[in-house]
């Protein structure tokens, strides 16, 4: 299973960005789907979540509001929205796939089989 980050890029703070995550070499379907973001020095933080199915989606408390996470199933990809951004959410954001994911484990990266290499997201303010 391969996932491919794309999208990121500068921007000032108030501006919008949406990053895209494609998913090749499993069934997309039955993955659930995280984003992840860490900034230098920082550990890696969860953002936003959407399991398999598309019915629970979780967010950092931060981002709530401003970040919107969604799905394609026949694109095989997974989208994150990210309006009104922050000198804040600087970082490298990296997709995440996994097949057991449950509600309660979204948030979480351990609960996450598949990485993507990241795509780095710099607001100036």
């Known amino acids: 299973v391969q996932l491919q980050a794309s999208g990121g890029g500068l921007v000032q703070a108030g501006d919008s960005l949406r990053l895209s995550c494609a998913v090749s070499g499993g069934t997309f379907s039955t993955f659930s789907m995280g984003w992840f973001r860490q900034a230098p020095g920082k550990e890696r933080e969860f953002v936003a979540a959407i399991r398999r199915g598309g019915a629970a989606i979780r967010y950092l408390d931060s981002v709530k509001g401003r970040f919107a996470i969604s799905r394609d199933n026949a694109e095989n990809t997974v989208y994150l929205q990210m309006d009104s951004l922050k000198p804040e959410d600087s970082a490298a954001y990296y997709c995440?796939?996994?097949?057991?994911?449950?509600?309660?484990?979204?948030?979480?990266?351990?609960?996450?089989?598949?990485w993507g290499q990241g795509t780095q997201v710099t607001v100036s303010s």
């Open positions: 995440a796939a996994g097949s057991r994911v449950i509600v309660s484990t979204l948030p979480s990266a351990s609960a996450y089989d598949y």
